[in-house]
């Protein structure tokens, strides 16, 4: 009754309104999202890989179908499960996914549950396969594996969590790995949050190594890290698989003395001026008792301006540039806290909600396969003018956008909003997504 009647308003009687506007989305850019992974064969690789460990005999929604549900939820910032209760009928998601009503919030809670230690294998063989077709249409000419690690919050008795002292809060502490050049996610593992830093990072980082060692032979590979990661174990292994590394140090008594002539060096520059910024740079070679051999060790010392003392860098790498140019590409590192950034605050990365430690690991690798999803899409089809955007800048542009559904003589017709202001954008990406050549099998 209310859907059909008009309603007035007392602030201005000629305006009337009702519930009667059809079939109505606000999410038309997913059409944009979906043709895209279909032409990269994505949502084919997804439901074909992808299986929990379901004793049912039959399911009305299948696990393909309610992973690529919440991958495009996840993309529209839709991130709690229950708003999949709210999206039920939404045009655009039930013709995505060819259903005539979307899995509900209890449906979702149940499929994520089912979710183990296998479907965590899962995940890694997808990513790498999905990896593989996009580097197919876009190969890297090199590979940079920006080593970190970041602490996603828990607030209750979740297994695993723990408190980590250096960010002085409880959760779970995951490892991960980006491409520093394109901002891919290569690869991420949830672990306890009292963990330390480089815990597990060796037999994290070499599949990645035997990868692109196998298939990309000829990409040059470089890697960093904090002083987080500064074990010899990772030094010796780098080298073993022929990769160019630049690891931070933490500064101690023996490193300072080694430096002891740069630092009068920098003194002596500033004798006559100790209000503005100096430099120096230098290099020596080190090997701490943990260490098979003495390694090169890149040093920065600076004075800051307005200050008096001295602040200090080491670099322990295998790189043959000068050291000003092994600090400079170290330092470069920092393009990754926007990484961590974004998949934090534009994919919730921080969804890890249940009990069980292994479901939240679960639940961690849908969110970064959406963050992989998007940034493939946003760096390979969309117009150049927008591939540096944040994810929340390029929803508000191209995947907000108003839509109603009619249908016709068995068509599906999306009518998007008329005063929308980026339709050049929209008709771009379509043309690049339909210029792209994926090699699918």
Same mark, same amino acid.
């Given at each position: 009754m209310?859907?059909?009647k008009d309603?007035s308003f007392?602030?201005?009687?000629?305006?009337k309104?009702?519930?009667?506007g059809? %079939?109505?989305s606000? %999410?038309?850019?997913?059409?944009?999202?979906?043709?895209?992974?279909?032409k990269?064969?994505?949502?084919d690789?997804i439901?074909q890989?992808?299986?929990?460990? %379901?004793s049912a005999?039959?399911r009305?929604?299948?696990?393909?179908?309610?992973l690529?549900?919440?991958?495009?939820?996840?993309?529209?910032?839709?991130?709690?499960? %229950?708003?999949a209760?709210?999206l039920?009928?939404?045009p655009?998601?039930?013709t995505?996914?060819?259903?005539?009503?979307l899995?509900?919030?209890?449906?979702?809670s149940?499929f994520y549950n089912?979710?183990d230690?296998?479907?965590?294998?899962?995940?890694?063989?997808?990513?790498r396969e999905?990896?593989r077709?996009?580097?197919?249409?876009?190969?890297?000419?090199?590979?940079?594996?920006?080593l970190?690690?970041t602490?996603?919050?828990?607030?209750?008795?979740?297994e695993g969590?723990?408190?980590?002292?250096h960010?002085?809060?409880?959760?779970y502490?995951?490892?991960?790995?980006?491409?520093?050049?394109?901002?891919d996610?290569?690869?991420?593992?949830?672990?306890k949050?009292?963990?330390?830093t480089?815990?597990?990072?060796?037999?994290?980082?070499q599949?990645l190594f035997?990868e692109f060692?196998?298939?990309?032979?000829?990409?040059?590979l470089?890697?960093?890290?904090?002083?987080?990661?500064?074990?010899p174990e990772?030094?010796?292994?780098?080298?073993?698989?022929?990769?160019?590394?630049?690891?931070?140090l933490?500064?101690?008594?023996?490193?300072?003395?080694?430096?002891?002539?740069?630092?009068?060096?920098l003194a002596e520059k500033?004798?006559e001026?100790?209000?503005?910024y100096?430099?120096?740079?230098?290099?020596?070679?080190?090997?701490?008792s943990?260490?098979?051999?003495?390694?090169?060790v890149?040093?920065?010392?600076?004075?800051p301006?307005?200050?008096?003392?001295?602040?200090?860098t080491?670099?322990?790498?295998?790189m043959e540039l000068?050291p000003v140019?092994v600090i400079?590409?170290?330092?470069?590192?920092?393009r990754?806290e926007n990484f961590?950034?974004?998949g934090k605050?534009?994919?919730?990365f921080?969804?890890?909600?249940?009990?069980?430690?292994?479901?939240?690991?679960?639940?961690?690798?849908?969110h970064?396969?959406?963050y992989?999803?998007?940034?493939?899409?946003r760096?390979?089809a969309?117009?150049?003018a927008?591939?540096?955007?944040?994810v929340?800048?390029?929803r508000?542009?191209?995947?907000?956008?108003?839509?109603r559904l009619?249908?016709s003589?068995?068509?599906?017709?999306?009518?998007?909003c008329?005063?929308?202001p980026?339709k050049?954008?929209f008709f771009?990406?379509l043309?690049?997504?339909?210029?792209l050549?994926?090699?699918?099998?």
């Amino acid at each position: 009754m209310y859907s059909l009647k008009d309603t007035s308003f007392e602030s201005n009687s000629r305006i009337k309104m009702n519930f009667n506007g059809g %079939d109505l989305s606000s %999410d038309a850019g997913l059409l944009l999202l979906n043709e895209f992974n279909s032409k990269m064969g994505f949502n084919d690789v997804i439901k074909q890989q992808f299986r929990t460990n %379901d004793s049912a005999c039959s399911r009305i929604h299948k696990d393909g179908d309610n992973l690529l549900q919440v991958i495009y939820q996840i993309q529209s910032a839709y991130f709690e499960d %229950d708003c999949a209760d709210e999206l039920t009928t939404d045009p655009i998601f039930t013709t995505l996914l060819e259903k005539e009503a979307l899995a509900s919030q209890p449906t979702l809670s149940r499929f994520y549950n089912r979710m183990d230690g296998t479907t965590l294998g899962q995940f890694e063989s997808i990513n790498r396969e999905l990896r593989r077709r996009v580097y197919i249409c876009k190969p890297p000419e090199m590979m940079l594996f920006d080593l970190d690690s970041t602490l996603l919050e828990t607030y209750g008795n979740q297994e695993g969590e723990g408190y980590n002292y250096h960010y002085g809060s409880h959760g779970y502490h995951p490892l991960i790995c980006y491409d520093g050049l394109s901002g891919d996610l290569l690869k991420a593992t949830l672990r306890k949050g009292e963990v330390y830093t480089s815990n597990g990072v060796c037999d994290f980082i070499q599949p990645l190594f035997d990868e692109f060692l196998n298939e990309h032979p000829k990409t040059e590979l470089y890697l960093r890290g904090d002083s987080g990661f500064a074990i010899p174990e990772l030094y010796t292994q780098c080298e073993t698989n022929g990769t160019t590394y630049a690891i931070r140090l933490k500064s101690n008594a023996i490193l300072n003395k080694l430096s002891d002539e740069l630092d009068w060096e920098l003194a002596e520059k500033t004798r006559e001026n100790t209000i503005d910024y100096a430099v120096v740079y230098g290099e020596f070679y080190f090997q701490a008792s943990t260490w098979e051999y003495p390694r090169r060790v890149v040093c920065k010392i600076e004075k800051p301006y307005g200050q008096i003392t001295h602040m200090k860098t080491y670099i322990v790498t295998n790189m043959e540039l000068k050291p000003v140019e092994v600090i400079r590409f170290y330092c470069n590192r920092g393009r990754m806290e926007n990484f961590v950034k974004e998949g934090k605050n534009g994919f919730d990365f921080s969804a890890v909600s249940s009990h069980s430690k292994t479901v939240n690991a679960n639940r961690f690798q849908v969110h970064t396969l959406a963050y992989n999803l998007f940034n493939w899409f946003r760096r390979i089809a969309l117009p150049k003018a927008l591939r540096k955007l944040t994810v929340g800048t390029i929803r508000m542009k191209l995947i907000k956008i108003a839509v109603r559904l009619v249908k016709s003589a068995g068509y599906k017709i999306f009518k998007l909003c008329s005063s929308c202001p980026y339709k050049k954008e929209f008709f771009m990406t379509l043309e690049n997504i339909r210029g792209l050549k994926p090699q699918l099998e």
